[in-house]
């Protein structure tokens, strides 16, 4: 087959795909609540029956990672285990409780001249999701956009790609079983990355694009994308440690934030440390970070009571490692701390430590970011630690949907209006 044939081909593959999807999602929109719980709970079912397929694809991803160029903390995100199986199961099983968000009333009213007026939440239609490495954004987008009454388009990154289509076998079948669509999630099979390019020119038949991975990932997305697109570009998130601090509490949070799981977008990237508390504060927060394996970079006056630390450079304050590593200032108040954020900041994430209420509000108000935490790990900003079951990606845009984005923020509204023969003078 020549290019030209090829290339026409895969054109045609991936209209065809995105024709189904938006078939599908036609179904799903007047699909009743019990039945998309029936498939949740079913696929939950059937993913823990077939734990040992799926760890047996996972471990074929796992082994060829490093071809990839993948590192330690990505290779953690790829690896499932029983315990991982079981929390992706659950985690269908938490969206099944959740309130169907289709068909709520968002306001309702009667006008003077009789018209019966109401906003009502709708799914979006097509959701194409691109994500790369963690395969448990596969049942988390599907299971999403399902109860919200949308079609999902998967396209995983090649390194998870048998773990990625073992599971969405699982889930495909159990949408016939439910009686739903079985268009209705499908997963991008072809390898070219121009199918990528192709789907994301399609907005006659996908409502909306989510990439969820790297920055090349997300920017290449919003260059080509005929559609919006829900996003972040980085998770470079910051803990300030106060004057008023418990030291004790103020570590526990630190480490939390930087090393439970370092190769996620709301991982601390960039410590802050008041100047009256850095003497007290820091040697203790840099042993106990140092007997976690986390490289410490810091300014000179970190260095200073911390000479272990590595010099810092001016790129470690906009940087997002995604890996154990620190970076580490000390600044004069919360007013620098504050003017840090603004200026290296992503709009993901922040945290502060404190006693000081007065000094918690004024964070709170004047950090500009999808969320603020207080006296709290940054590791909570998460769709599912927050209430809303999964989420399928944290947006830091401030159209439609900011933050952790679960079922309501997959929908959108819809004005019905009840007449008895009015019109308009």
């Not at 059937?46 to 796992?62: H, K, M, P, S, Y």
């Not at 209705?184 to 399609?202: F, K, N, P, S, T």
């Not at 410590?271 to 003497?279: S, T």
């Amino acid at each position: 087959m020549n290019v030209q044939a090829a290339s026409d081909s895969l054109v045609e593959q991936c209209r065809t795909l995105a024709r189904r999807a938006k078939l599908a999602s036609r179904s799903l929109a007047s699909a009743s609540g019990a039945a998309k719980d029936r498939w949740l709970r079913g696929a939950a079912e059937a993913i823990r029956a077939g734990a040992d397929a799926i760890l047996e694809a996972n471990a074929r991803d796992v082994e060829a990672a490093p071809g990839f160029g993948l590192n330690a903390a990505a290779v953690d995100r790829l690896r499932l285990d029983v315990k991982r199986i079981g929390q992706i199961a659950a985690s269908l099983e938490e969206v099944a409780a959740l309130p169907d968000p289709v068909g709520e009333v968002i306001e309702a009213y009667r006008r003077p001249n009789g018209l019966e007026v109401s906003r009502i939440r709708v799914p979006l239609g097509v959701i194409f999701m691109m994500y790369e490495s963690r395969p448990n954004v596969t049942a988390d987008a599907a299971s999403l956009c399902v109860k919200s009454g949308n079609a999902a388009i998967l396209r995983g990154g090649k390194e998870a790609r048998h773990t990625n289509l073992a599971l969405h076998a699982i889930l495909a079948d159990q949408l016939d079983a439910a009686g739903l669509p079985r268009d209705a999630v499908q997963y991008v099979g072809m390898a070219d990355r121009e199918a990528v390019g192709l789907l994301l020119g399609m907005p006659e038949c996908i409502d909306l694009a989510i990439p969820r991975g790297g920055e090349s990932l997300i920017r290449r997305v919003v260059a080509e994308a005929k559609m919006p697109v829900l996003k972040h570009y980085q998770g470079n998130c910051h803990v300030y440690v106060d004057a008023s601090a418990d030291v004790t509490m103020a570590s526990a949070i630190v480490v939390n934030a930087k090393a439970q799981r370092p190769g996620v977008c709301n991982a601390a990237e960039t410590l802050l440390v008041h100047r009256a508390i850095a003497p007290r504060f820091l040697p203790e927060v840099a042993r106990e970070l140092t007997d976690v394996g986390v490289e410490l970079r810091g300014d000179a006056a970190s260095r200073a009571i911390v000479p272990a630390m590595k010099a810092a450079t001016a790129a470690d304050w906009d940087t997002e490692y995604l890996d154990l590593i620190l970076a580490v200032a000390v600044v004069d108040d919360l007013d620098a701390a504050i003017e840090h954020i603004a200026r290296h900041g992503s709009g993901h994430t922040e945290a502060i430590v404190t006693s000081d209420l007065a000094a918690a509000r004024r964070f709170v108000a004047e950090v500009d970011s999808s969320a603020v935490l207080v006296n709290a790990s940054t590791r909570f900003h998460d769709g599912g630690q927050l209430g809303l079951g999964a989420e399928i990606g944290i947006s830091t845009d401030k159209f439609h949907a900011r933050g952790p984005c679960g079922l309501r923020e997959l929908t959108t509204s819809k004005w019905i209006v009840f007449g008895d023969g009015h019109i308009r003078g």
